[in-house]
């Protein structure tokens, strides 16, 4: 009689264990977040990123191609603009003829059915590295909102399919929305990074556009935490999930991935949008390193992460690992 179930009965070959498998991927689970530089023919390794690069729009519009080829149906996008651009109100993020909205011209017209989601936050354009309008010492909330509509519409025009604004202002989805809809764009989404972290994962990011918060002449946070949140806190990502949501998000973040899956379950069980999660620059980093010192298996990490954040309740997953899972993945 002992013991009538036994769960290691499901679990005896790689064909049962396939039958009874709760979570799959497949590349269409992933976005692959893409840098932009100026320039042609440029592509530059980041460091504290091996197999990331820099590109200039012409090798960004050949790698879209390659990712779309691969499966691949979203990237996300960030503009490292030269400083002399950079200023306290963020003007160039809406010039119709900057290095973002010419990014996004140039993938939907050599590949219309790529997902483009440009990011909305003023941190590539900031002379102070900060995701908005420093004023007072602080980061201006409903002044930095009403330069983001300006962002998000000028994305809008160059043919963005969804905006992505990581800025964590209070408010912003609700204006980006009524912004978008006043131009014309109802059918332009929002994916609102909703429970975004002060983390100290975002670091190689940060190298990658240059974008870290900066000293300055004039009084400026030295870092994030009065907009994006504070790790200790649960019940808060809920409550901005819920507030985003109400706004008009179609889908909400949570970012970052790995130690944050407990939110991503919770904040999946509250909404009923699809919920993305953001794998972030530092968890790449983390496995690259200790794979290459050979202290870990990088395929297999790679993967096991990647089904976590899905079994967590990622409907897509925003990740540097994109290409490389999505060639694994179609191999098998
Ligand atoms: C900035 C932004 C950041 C990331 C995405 N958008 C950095 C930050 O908030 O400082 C981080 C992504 C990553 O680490 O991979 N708006």
Same mark, same amino acid.
């Given at each position: ?35 932009i530089?100026e ?18 729009i ?19 996008i960030?503009v490292k603009v030269s400083e002399d651009l950079k200023d306290?109100t963020g003007k160039e993020a809406w010039n119709p003829n900057g290095l973002m909205q010419n990014t996004i011209r140039a993938? &939907? ?9 440009p990011d909305v936050a003023l941190?590539p354009y900031s ?20 330069a983001l509509v300006k962002m998000a519409v000028s994305h809008a025009e160059a043919g963005a ?12 989805? $609700?204006? $980006? *929305?009524?912004? $978008? ?106 496995? &690259?390193?200790?794979?290459? *010192? ?5 395929? &297999?990490?790679?993967?096991?992460? $990647? ?15 994109? &290409? ?9």
């Amino acid at each position: 009689m002992f013991p009538l179930q036994r769960g290691r009965r499901l679990r005896i070959n790689e064909s049962i264990r396939s039958l009874v498998r709760e979570t799959t991927l497949s590349p269409s689970d992933f976005m692959f977040p893409m840098f932009i530089a100026e320039g042609e023919n440029v592509k530059v390794e980041i460091p504290s990123m091996p197999g990331i690069y820099r590109r200039s729009i012409d090798l960004t519009v050949e790698e879209v191609k390659e990712l779309f080829a691969l499966g691949i149906r979203a990237v996300n996008i960030y503009v490292k603009v030269s400083e002399d651009l950079k200023d306290n109100t963020g003007k160039e993020a809406w010039n119709p003829n900057g290095l973002m909205q010419n990014t996004i011209r140039a993938i &939907k017209a050599t590949c219309p059915e790529m997902v483009v989601m440009p990011d909305v936050a003023l941190d590539p354009y900031s002379i102070y590295g900060h995701d908005g309008i420093i004023k007072d010492g602080d980061i201006a909330n409903d002044e930095t909102v009403e330069a983001l509509v300006k962002m998000a519409v000028s994305h809008a025009e160059a043919g963005a399919d969804f905006v992505a604004p990581s800025d964590m202002m209070d408010g912003r989805v $609700l204006r $980006l *929305r009524e912004g $978008l809809d006043a131009a014309g764009f109802q059918n332009v989404g929002i994916m609102s990074y909703s429970a975004k972290y002060a983390s100290a994962f975002y670091g190689p990011f940060r190298d990658a556009l240059d974008s870290a918060p900066k000293e300055a002449t004039i009084k400026v946070p030295k870092d994030k935490k009065t907009y994006q949140m504070d790790y200790a806190n649960r019940i808060e990502a809920i409550k901005e999930a819920l507030w985003d949501v109400e706004e008009g998000a179609d889908m909400v973040m949570v970012k970052p991935g790995m130690a944050y899956l407990d939110i991503v379950r919770e904040v999946k069980n509250t909404v009923n949008v699809p919920v993305t999660v953001y794998h972030v620059s530092g968890e790449y980093a983390m496995i &690259k390193a200790a794979s290459e *010192r050979g202290w870990l298996d990088h395929d &297999k990490i790679m993967m096991e992460q $990647l089904m976590c954040i899905k079994r967590a309740g990622a409907s897509l997953i925003s990740t540097y690992f994109a &290409k490389e899972a999505a060639i694994l993945l179609n191999s098998k």
